[in-house]
């Protein structure tokens, strides 16, 4: 082999680690960006969704607090089976429009973690060409 040769052979063989290093040195950089990015969206979902359980348990027990007060205060049989409905109705209401809340931000916490994985993934291309 010629000396031209053996050089351009060695060039060769020591700009690919370096461009290698220098691509991990990118995806890992640029992908903790994206990862801390879509970690805080996830923190902040899960907190939201901890207040609503919060507020719920706290409206939950003032509900209750209320009627079983209106409960004893009635004055007869009927009043009592009246408004035992009227709690039992507004109950179930309430349990429902409750549950789609809840579930509404239980399903934004899981698109938020997810979105991480998602957004890592879509960067991925776009973080090795540079």
Do not use: C, W
């Not at 351009?8 to 995806?27: F, V, W, Y």
């Not at 923190?43 to 939950?60: G, H």
């Not at 209320?66 to 409960?71: C, G, N, P, V």
């Amino acid at each position: 082999m010629t000396n031209p040769t053996v050089e351009k052979i060695t060039k060769s063989n020591a700009e690919a680690p370096t461009k290698s290093g220098q691509t991990a040195e990118r995806i890992m950089r640029d992908g903790v960006g994206v990862l801390t990015e879509s970690g805080n969206a996830s923190r902040a979902a899960f907190q939201e969704l901890t207040k609503a359980y919060q507020e719920l348990a706290t409206k939950n027990a003032k509900t209750l607090t209320a009627a079983i007060q209106a409960l004893s205060a009635v004055k007869n049989p009927v009043e009592f089976i009246e408004l035992q409905q009227k709690q039992i109705k507004e109950g179930v209401q309430a349990a429902l429009s409750d549950s789609q809340h809840i579930a509404q931000l239980t399903a934004a916490v899981i698109t938020a973690a997810f979105e991480s994985a998602k957004k890592l993934i879509e960067a991925a291309p776009k973080i090795v060409q540079g």
